[in-house]
């Protein structure tokens, strides 16, 4: 999920969220949140908008568009049985949401794991895959197009090197990714940094973190996000089920 302001009333929100299994509503939709009503605690006034029936990658990343008003937002199709790359952007604007305006561009997958974040400025999408996907996309805000595509480890890699999120650092020098193992009894897990500005950014890879978890018991590396105030969030999984955070970094 991700929620975006209403361009044309400060008070109200867009919340999009995807349903990536194949039987169970599939799609990508919105709801809309007022927050006029319940004494600012807001309700919501639409519900489950359908924009596509199509089952989506669960991942959806949210720009604001070069005018510094409206909002673009991106989701990307998925199918297990034929690969895709075909992003699926939206506008959002003063008289609503509009699109998909679809391009077929980047690496070729069949996850439904994949993840993408935009840099702080906007300007490159960075995508991962549980199937080792690692690359990058320039982004026109004005236009809402993709061009560039920057493969930095092949989608598929035998043995997978299974990415599970990302974050961009606020400068964006840097690339952080939670690693997880997807074989039980799941002992491996890390936490990766790459340098953008290295001549090879996968040579750069340095491991800043590294985690056991064995018969039940140890941590598993979650969610990376990039916090108001500048820090990335790394959530662990299984041991915190109230989803404390457990490490950040400058």
Same mark, same amino acid.
């Not at 895709?84 to 077929?104: C, R, T």
């Not at 193992?181 to 790459?194: N, R, T």
């Given at each position: 999920m991700t929620i975006i302001p209403d361009p044309a009333n400060s008070n109200k929100f867009y919340l999009f969220h995807v349903g990536i299994t194949t039987n169970t509503n599939p799609g990508f939709y919105y709801s809309k949140i007022d927050l006029n009503y319940n004494g600012g605690l807001g309700k919501v006034v639409q519900k489950n908008i359908q924009l596509s029936n199509l089952p989506f990658v669960d991942e959806i990343a949210a720009v604001k568009h070069g005018n510094g008003r409206d909002w673009w937002v991106i989701g990307k199709n998925w199918d297990v049985q034929v690969p895709q790359n075909s992003f699926f952007v939206y506008l959002v604007d003063p008289s609503g949401v509009s699109g998909p305006f679809i391009q077929n561009i980047g690496s070729i997958t069949n996850a439904n794991s994949n993840r993408f974040k935009f840099n702080k400025d906007g300007s490159t999408l960075f995508q991962i895959s549980a199937f080792s996907?690692?690359?990058?996309?320039?982004?026109?805000?004005?236009?809402?197009?993709?061009?560039?595509?920057?493969?930095? &480890? &092949?989608?598929?890699?035998?043995?997978p090197t299974t990415y599970w999120s990302l974050a961009i650092s606020p400068d964006g020098s840097k690339l952080y990714t939670s690693v997880i193992s997807l074989i039980q009894p799941y002992e491996d897990s890390y936490l990766f940094q %790459? !340098?953008?500005? *290295?001549?090879?950014v996968l040579a750069s890879q340095d491991t800043l973190g590294h985690w056991k978890y064995i018969n039940s018991v140890g941590i598993i590396s979650g969610m990376l996000q990039l916090g108001p !105030?500048?820090?990335? %969030?790394?959530?662990?999984? %299984?041991? *915190?089920? !109230?989803?404390?955070?457990?490490?950040?970094?400058?």
């Amino acid at each position: 999920m991700t929620i975006i302001p209403d361009p044309a009333n400060s008070n109200k929100f867009y919340l999009f969220h995807v349903g990536i299994t194949t039987n169970t509503n599939p799609g990508f939709y919105y709801s809309k949140i007022d927050l006029n009503y319940n004494g600012g605690l807001g309700k919501v006034v639409q519900k489950n908008i359908q924009l596509s029936n199509l089952p989506f990658v669960d991942e959806i990343a949210a720009v604001k568009h070069g005018n510094g008003r409206d909002w673009w937002v991106i989701g990307k199709n998925w199918d297990v049985q034929v690969p895709q790359n075909s992003f699926f952007v939206y506008l959002v604007d003063p008289s609503g949401v509009s699109g998909p305006f679809i391009q077929n561009i980047g690496s070729i997958t069949n996850a439904n794991s994949n993840r993408f974040k935009f840099n702080k400025d906007g300007s490159t999408l960075f995508q991962i895959s549980a199937f080792s996907l690692l690359e990058s996309l320039d982004f026109n805000r004005c236009t809402g197009t993709f061009s560039s595509p920057n493969n930095f &480890q &092949q989608n598929g890699t035998n043995p997978p090197t299974t990415y599970w999120s990302l974050a961009i650092s606020p400068d964006g020098s840097k690339l952080y990714t939670s690693v997880i193992s997807l074989i039980q009894p799941y002992e491996d897990s890390y936490l990766f940094q %790459y !340098d953008l500005n *290295a001549p090879n950014v996968l040579a750069s890879q340095d491991t800043l973190g590294h985690w056991k978890y064995i018969n039940s018991v140890g941590i598993i590396s979650g969610m990376l996000q990039l916090g108001p !105030d500048n820090k990335i %969030y790394l959530s662990n999984t %299984y041991e *915190a089920p !109230d989803c404390e955070f457990f490490l950040s970094l400058l």
